[in-house]
T-cell receptor, first 112, second 111 residues
């Protein structure tokens, strides 16, 4: 049931773009995205509900394709501060926001 | 507004011992969730409590248990510790239907 994230790791130069994907084999009610910097707690980025709504947070946006049970996180014009591990969390039908099932994470490194 | 507070920050135990971790949620938050984080497995859901009732449970053995008090503070207990229990244990609170606020975690080392 754990969603699958890809890629596992990505290295960027400042200003480059990246896409992180999150897919599930089980029907999703919503998808959450969190970022965790080294030695820190995960921090909420955004929630996407079914309906394909696209959300944005600074230069980070995401989409949710409920037919494909897939969400993608788009990071444009990356900054050094974007470095960290990105986790997608899934809420399945019948579940609650309190029991997010997270993917294994995508480690993003932004170099100067 | 104070954030989620977890104590202790670090713990070292030996195999076979038991341990209790504590989590104080953000004031007004009634939902508390626990996660185990390891380098290979990422964040794995342990359980969620809402208004003193366990609402959801992950796929962990019965050695892992928890409870929530009337003031929403939560404790997690692990009995008969194994080497594989070494991990960062994160607690998160929420109003019950939206984003999670995570604490800094308790780093447990089992020797």
């Amino acid at each position: 049931q754990q969603p699958v994230q890809s890629p596992q790791a990505v290295i960027l130069r400042e200003g480059e773009d990246a896409v992180i994907n999150c897919s599930s084999s089980k029907a999703l009610y919503s998808v959450h995205w969190y970022r965790q910097k080294h030695g820190e707690a995960p921090v909420f980025l955004m929630i996407l509900l079914k309906g394909g709504e696209q959300k944005g947070h600074e230069k980070i946006s995401a989409s949710f394709n409920e037919k494909k049970q897939q969400s993608s996180l788009y990071l444009t014009a990356s900054q050094l501060s974007y470095s960290g591990t990105y986790f997608c969390g899934s809420v399945f039908y019948g579940g609650s926001q309190g029991n997010l099932i997270f993917g294994k994470g995508t480690k993003l490194s932004v170099k100067p | 507004k104070a954030g989620v507070t977890q104590t202790p920050r670090y713990l070292i135990k030996t195999r076979g011992q038991q341990v209790t971790l504590s989590c104080s949620p953000i004031s007004g938050h009634r939902s508390v969730s626990w996660y185990q984080q390891t380098p290979g497995q990422g964040l794995q859901f342990l359980f969620e409590y809402f208004s003193e009732t366990q609402r959801n449970k992950g796929n962990f053995p019965g050695r892992f248990s928890g409870r929530q008090f009337s003031n929403s503070r939560s404790e997690m207990n692990v009995s008969t510790l194994e080497l594989g229990d070494s991990a960062l244990y994160l607690c998160a609170s929420s109003l019950g239907n939206e984003k999670l606020f995570f604490g800094s975690g308790t780093q447990l080392s089992v020797l």
